[in-house]
């Protein structure tokens, strides 16, 4: 490409000579620049005509930013109406749950008693007003209904827990129970609903604790074989023993675990001391029994005396 240059009919033309390459990087360059003064204007002219109310201009900006707001508005409108029918269709299946939770606790034999500490985490005082469905619900109030539904969710998985529990006991006298004491200590906090010590919150304790100084020695409820002696984030340095049948103890928050997974345990064995590892408040020992992985009072096995079998293979 060739430009031609010349400034009178007597002067001196100037040939200028561009190629393909030269002529792109001209363009490019013309581009760069009209995009610069462009914002440049946009920046100098449109702003400063919204901050100080031009009469036409800021007028423009208004329309246009109002539309952006308009669309975003109805972008986040059309995602909280559809959150606010899932949480709806939750809610709805919460009724049903809470419904089955308790005619199953009912069935179980679950005592009122045992929910006392729920009903205590309940909020004090008076309640009720007009019900205003989530038609058009705001976020601040999708996340506080969310966060009910998670609080009901996990007290209904707590009442199945112990409802499930109740219904084992009857198969309670035909297993080899541990009933010999782990460690000669009063009980602290026993087998129900409490007031969890970190949260405050009502929570099924699913053992009974035993309070003694570091380093007690800890002793086997029952005959058994140890199933492993693995650490836990809840239970700290964890001893589980195999009764059979089903039938599992476990041994939690232990300073140190005296025993290997596959050995054989006796009766009143030491087979750990006690300690404060793990979700733990200070030294003390956790005691569980669970039937087939459903945790049960462990009061009941160590107030029933030893079974029969035993006795007579005692007295021998």
């Known amino acids: 490409m060739q430009i031609l240059i010349t400034s009178g009919s007597t002067a001196r033309t100037r040939v200028l000579n561009f190629n393909h390459a030269q002529l792109a990087?001209?363009?490019?360059?013309?581009?760069?620049?009209?995009?610069?003064?462009?914002?440049?204007?946009?920046?100098?002219?449109?702003?400063?005509?919204?901050?100080?109310?031009?009469?036409?201009?800021?007028?423009?900006?208004?329309?246009?930013?109002?539309?952006e707001f308009a669309q975003r508005d109805r972008f986040m409108r059309e995602n909280l109406d559809a959150m606010a029918s899932r949480v709806g269709d939750l809610q709805g299946r919460m009724v049903k749950l809470e419904a089955m939770g308790e005619r199953v606790t009912g069935l179980a034999g679950v005592k009122v008693d045992d929910l006392k500490a729920l009903q205590r985490d309940a909020k004090p005082g008076g309640s009720g007003?007009?019900?205003?469905?989530?038609?058009?619900?705001?976020?601040?109030?999708l996340n506080d209904t969310i966060t009910q539904m998670e609080h009901s969710l996990d007290q209904q998985g707590d009442l199945f827990t112990l409802a499930e529990s109740r219904l084992f006991e009857k198969r309670l006298s035909t297993l080899m129970v541990p009933n010999s004491k782990p460690i000669d200590m009063p009980v602290g906090s026993g087998f129900g609903f409490r007031s969890d010590p970190f949260t405050g919150r009502a929570a099924l304790h699913t053992g009974i604790d035993f309070a003694a100084p570091p380093g007690t020695p800890i002793l086997a409820a029952a005959g058994g074989v140890v199933l492993s002696t693995d650490y836990h984030p809840q239970y700290g340095n964890l001893l589980e023993l195999d009764h059979g049948n089903g039938l599992v103890t476990r041994y939690a928050h232990n300073s140190r675990i005296l025993v290997k997974t596959g050995d054989l345990i006796k009766r009143g064995q030491p087979v750990a001391q006690v300690g404060s590892t793990g979700r733990s408040t200070g030294p003390h020992l956790h005691f569980e029994v669970l039937v087939d992985?459903?945790?049960?009072?462990?009061?009941?096995?160590?107030?029933?005396?030893?079974?029969?079998?035993?006795?007579n293979a005692t007295k021998r």
């Open 25 to 67: 990087l001209a363009c490019t360059a013309l581009l760069v620049g009209l995009m610069l003064v462009s914002g440049l204007v946009y920046h100098f002219v449109f702003l400063t005509a919204a901050r100080e109310g031009w009469p036409v201009v800021s007028q423009l900006v208004k329309l246009v930013v109002r539309d």
């Open 129 to 141: 007003g007009p019900y205003v469905p989530l038609d058009h619900p705001t976020l601040e109030q």
């Open 293 to 311: 992985g459903v945790p049960q009072d462990p009061a009941r096995f160590l107030a029933g005396g030893p079974p029969p079998a035993m006795a």
